[in-house]
């Protein structure tokens, strides 16, 4: 595991952007697991200027996400399909036969979430993942808890998470309590995952999973036994390294 500590927001957006668009230069047909959330925003603004501005064609490129509350519509505006066509899909090229989300909407959750495993395996695995990481240190829904689960599952969702989560809803009794999200193996499988933190509320997390021993109630502490994994840090995330 590699932490890179960057200035600020803007800095973390073009390093994040910069990666990427190694990954879909150099590959042929490159595979991406992308992320959801406050955090990535600026990587994509940039990834959408770099398309826009013919440097980057995502003609080739497939991508699955990280998670979807379950029960939200893809049109719901807090949905992440929503998030991630606002502020990715709908102004790049990738194709939509290689988008994949996992379905917030299905009337056999756990039949997708078999489904969304055994197509990641049939796209030959995730090349780069995208991370951001929960002030509870969860990444994607991967709450702590005393055991992690492996494969794409349902989740309930700490109150933390639902708390952190809430700005982007009217009130927190609106914010779903289930999610469907990739498991640790998912993850972990990647053969490079870039994790993403910034802003002071995110340093414990950042402390805990970079420093402290790894274990099931810190989820991205598991990233320390990654052989290709980067923090791209913030100054302000970075303050208790
Ligand atoms: P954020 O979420 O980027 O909105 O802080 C990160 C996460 O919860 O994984």
Request: charged share 20%; net charge negative.
């Amino acid at each position: 595991m590699k932490i890179q500590i960057v200035n600020d927001y803007q800095q973390l957006s073009e390093v994040a952007a910069n990666l990427v668009a190694g990954q879909v230069i150099l590959n042929n047909n490159p595979v991406l697991g992308l992320a959801t959330g406050s955090t990535p925003e600026g990587m994509y603004h940039r990834l959408v200027q770099m398309c826009r501005n013919g440097v980057l064609d995502f003609s080739n490129t497939t991508t699955f996400n990280l998670d979807e509350y379950l029960g939200l519509s893809p049109d719901h505006p807090q949905s992440y399909h929503f998030y991630m066509y606002r502020h990715f899909f709908h102004l790049v090229n990738v194709p939509p036969q290689n988008i994949h989300l996992p379905p917030g909407l299905d009337s056999d959750p756990s039949q997708a979430c078999r489904l969304y495993d055994r197509k990641i395996s049939e796209a030959g695995g995730i090349n780069l993942q995208i991370l951001g990481i929960g002030v509870n240190g969860h990444i994607g829904f991967n709450e702590p808890h005393n055991y992690l689960k492996t494969g794409t599952h349902l989740v309930e969702l700490e109150e933390e998470t639902v708390e952190a989560n809430s700005r982007f809803f009217d009130s927190p009794e609106e914010v779903p309590r289930r999610a469907i999200t990739m498991g640790m193996r998912g993850i972990m499988q990647a053969e490079k995952i870039v994790l993403l933190a910034s802003g002071e509320n995110k340093a414990r997390a950042m402390k805990e999973a970079t420093c402290g021993k790894i274990s099931t109630r810190v989820p991205a502490s598991f990233l320390q036994l990654h052989r290709n994994a980067i923090f791209i840090v913030d100054r302000e995330a970075a303050a208790l390294l």
